[in-house]
Each structure stands twice: as structure tokens, then as C-alpha cells.
């Protein structure tokens, strides 16, 4: 069945089924490395990383989706509405980086503050395409911790704030895998 005849619905549907676990899986590889690199990198360092790592976080995704069977690549799949609609809203999260970015020449310790929360904001509409709860979890827990380990341990901004990111990561990950789908 093609796009042009399957309903919104019918793609919906379709979405809904899906693994989902190929881009969290990058984000968590992504943020684990910042972490990483928050320990043993100089100030310059840390910020590249973080720029680096998250910003790559959609190319790592296609390269785990082969891993998970999600194959973000395969021309055989036929379009999807709603995987445009994640595409736009991690494009939204992509362009947040021109808040993060004054910021972070004002004060480079505010980069985890600013990315983590701000490209964590693309899972809401997750919650509402696929129905469950996990989208809006992940995005209020994100932002809460985030800030709250921002203003608890300023002298390790680039380290605690990933660490905790990949923690929000690991647990939704567990909540994708065990959610139930109808088929």
C-alpha cells in the first residue's frame, strides 16, 4: 500500500509499531560521551565534544537503526507522515542551538544546560504520535534534572548533567522495549 492510499491513521498505526529504539540508544551513546569528556577534557574540549556528540546524534541513529531493524535507509519501506513529523521535530531541536549558542559564548558551563533541555524537547510530540506516556516522561525528567543538577553542581555542569541524561535514556529505552503494542 502507498502513501498516497494509506490513511493517516493507517501511518499512525504504523509508527506506533515501531521499535523506536535506534535514535534514544544514540542519544544515550551520544551523552555518555559527553560525560566521558567532561572528565577528562579541558574546558575547549568539553565544548566540542558536546557539539560534536549531540550534534551527530541523528547519523549515529541511522547507523544503530540497522543494528535494531529499524533501517532508517531502506528505500523499500514505504513513506511514513509520522517519521517526517520526528524528522521536523528534531529539526526543531536542531535550530534550539541558536539559543544554546549565545549562551555558551557568554558561559560555556551553560552548553548542558542549554542542549540537554532543549534537544530533549522532541520527545513530547513523540507522546502524542505513538500514545503513550514515555515522550512526555523523558522530556519533563530531562528538564528537571538537568536544571536542578545545573544549579546543585555548577563545578561539574559537563559531567553530572550528561550522566544523569544517560540515566533518563537508559529508562526509557526499558519503558520503549516493554511498552505494549497493539499489531
Known amino acids: 500500500m502507498t502513501q498516497l492510499t494509506r490513511t493517516l491513521e493507517e501511518q499512525k498505526e ?69 517519521d517526517i513529523l520526528f524528522l521536523f521535530s528534531a529539526g526543531q531541536a536542531i535550530l534550539v542551538y541558536a539559543i544554546a549558542i549565545p549562551f555558551f559564548l557568554v558561559d560555556y558551563s551553560s552548553l548542558p544546560l542549554t542542549v540537554g533541555i532543549l534537544t530533549g524537547l522532541m520527545w513530547l510530540p513523540l507522546t502524542w504520535i505513538i500514545e503513550h506516556w514515555v515522550g512526555a516522561f523523558h522530556a519533563v525528567a530531562r528538564t528537571i534534572v538537568v536544571l536542578t543538577l545545573w544549579y546543585l553542581l555548577p563545578q561539574h555542569r559537563f559531567v553530572a548533567i550528561p550522566f544523569a541524561i544517560v540515566v533518563i535514556y537508559i529508562v526509557t529505552i526499558l519503558i520503549l522495549m516493554n511498552r505494549k503494542v497493539e499489531y
Open 14 to 82: 504504523e509508527f506506533k509499531r515501531a521499535k523506536l529504539l535506534a535514535t534514544p540508544i544514540a542519544g544515550l551513546i551520544a551523552w555518555f560521551i559527553v560525560g566521558v569528556g567532561g572528565i577528562f577534557l579541558s574546558s575547549t574540549g568539553k565544548v566540542w565534544v558536546l557539539f560534536l556528540a549531540t550534534g551527530s546524534i541523528v547519523y549515529l541513529g541511522m547507523f544503530v537503526s540497522k543494528f535494531t531493524g529499524e533501517n532508517f535507509l531502506d528505500k523499500t519501506r514505504p513513506k511514513n507522515t509520522f
